[in-house]
Each structure stands twice: as C-alpha cells, then as structure tokens.
C-alpha cells in the first residue's frame, strides 16, 4: 500500500484516525489526529479509510484534444501552486497550474544531496492544474530542490515555444508574500511563476517610433 501525505488512515490495533502530515522513512510516517498532535506509527500499522489517490503514473490517457482558435490563444502562465492541505495545514501540496491553452508535456524530478526521485511525468490539460508533489510544511528548509522540464503542445496553428526549464530549491522568503487567491485551484495560497511574462508595450514609445 502506497501512503501519501494527506492520506487520512486508521490505526489498525487502537481506534485512531488522522491524516499523514510526515513520512519519516520508509517504514515510519506520522499521523495528526483531531486534537492536532502528530503520532508517529509504522505504516503497516494503519489501514487507508479514503484520500485522493492519484494515478501512479501520472499519466493521461486518452483525452480529448480541444482545438483553441488563435485568437483566444493564451500564450503565457504557467506557475508552481502551493496550498495547504484542506484537512491539515502541516501539509502542503505543490500542483502545476497551466492557466495558458497549451498542453504540457511535464517531467519532474527532486533532488537532495545528489539523490534523485523522479516524483511525476504526465500532461497537464491547457487552463488546468495537477498536483505533482506533496510535502511537510514545517519541513521547508529540508524541502529537496525542484526540476521540472515542460515541453509545450497544441494543435493551434502557433508556432512553437522552447522547452521551459525550471530547476530551483524553494526557501522560507518565496512563500514571505500574501497568499492569492488560486482559481484553478478554488483555494488562497502561493503561485511561483515559471514562464517569463511578455514584455509590458509602452504605447508612448511605440507612438514615438513611427513618427521617428
């Protein structure tokens, strides 16, 4: 049984509920329960009762691919989504959020003292987000870095973008600012933005150009 952080369990031998707010090791994980104090358990010791289980692939299979006129084509926007788990605020929860109209090709690997974990590969849908990675909150200065290389798709007559690279360790002062509101997310938390904006147009300027 493959246990998640945020996964809500049952402890087989006492009557315990509580979510998985850590995994210690890979026999050991820690479980908050309702008077929010965390019970660190064997993992063989608790039974799944529900919890949003992903694909482990990660992958989509047969979708249908919608074709976006040009000229409602969203170019640009895609950022690293980080909220709190809806039951534990101890977890948080990293989701690609894809606000442009490409399809995204994702591959994303942590590393931590030179050990990689290939964590997800799959598609983001255009105007969508997917959850990639899961971790402690109070854990942010052992949070391992993050490499995500995104290759970008649509059926659209656009022509094509290069591959976005992202390959950073988050600290304490990128999650310093106000949470926002997510709307792909229905929920306030952090958005990292990954692509660089376009270049604001001074209109001034542009004026100026055609009389030069």
Same mark, same amino acid.
């Given at each position: !049984?493959?246990? *998640?952080? @945020?996964?809500?369990?049952?402890?087989?031998?006492?009557?315990?509920?509580?979510?998985?707010?850590?995994?210690?090791?890979?026999? !050991?994980? @820690?479980?908050?329960?309702?008077?929010?104090?965390?019970?660190?358990?064997m993992a063989s010791k608790v039974t799944? /009762?529900?919890?949003?289980?992903?694909?482990?692939?990660?992958?989509?299979?047969?979708?249908?691919?919608?074709? /976006?006129?040009?000229?409602?084509?969203?170019?640009? @926007?895609?950022?690293? %989504?980080?909220?709190?788990?809806?039951?534990?605020?101890?977890?948080?929860?990293?989701?690609?959020?894809?606000?442009?109209?490409?399809?995204?090709?994702?591959?994303?690997?942590?590393?931590?003292?030179?050990?990689?974990?290939?964590?997800f590969a799959g598609v983001i849908p255009?105007?969508?987000?997917?959850?990639?990675? #899961?971790?402690? !909150? %109070?854990?942010?200065?052992?949070?391992?870095k993050f490499q995500l290389e995104i290759?970008?798709?649509?059926?659209?007559?656009?022509?094509?973008?290069?591959?976005?690279?992202?390959?950073? #360790?988050?600290? %304490?002062?990128?999650?310093?600012?106000?949470?926002?509101?997510?709307?792909?997310?229905?929920? *306030? %938390?952090?958005?990292?933005?990954?692509?660089?904006?376009?270049?604001?147009?001074?209109?001034?300027?542009?004026?100026?150009?055609?009389?030069?």
């Amino acid at each position: !049984m493959q246990l *998640k952080l @945020g996964d809500f369990v049952r402890f087989v031998d006492e009557n315990i509920e509580g979510y998985i707010t850590r995994i210690i090791d890979k026999d !050991m994980i @820690g479980v908050t329960d309702n008077n929010d104090f965390e019970i660190p358990v064997m993992a063989s010791k608790v039974t799944l /009762v529900h919890g949003d289980i992903p694909d482990e692939s990660g992958i989509v299979k047969n979708r249908t691919e919608t074709t /976006v006129p040009e000229a409602v084509f969203i170019d640009e @926007g895609i950022y690293l %989504g980080l909220v709190s788990d809806q039951h534990s605020q101890a977890v948080a929860h990293f989701h690609l959020v894809n606000e442009s109209s490409y399809q995204l090709l994702l591959s994303f690997t942590t590393e931590k003292n030179q050990h990689f974990k290939g964590e997800f590969a799959g598609v983001i849908p255009p105007h969508k987000a997917v959850r990639i990675f #899961s971790a402690n !909150m %109070g854990d942010i200065q052992l949070w391992p870095k993050f490499q995500l290389e995104i290759l970008y798709h649509t059926p659209a007559n656009i022509a094509p973008k290069e591959p976005l690279i992202y390959h950073q #360790s988050l600290k %304490g002062k990128d999650l310093s600012v106000a949470k926002v509101d997510i709307a792909l997310l229905k929920q *306030k %938390g952090w958005l990292i933005r990954l692509d660089p904006p376009a270049p604001a147009i001074d209109a001034d300027k542009l004026i100026a150009s055609f009389f030069k």
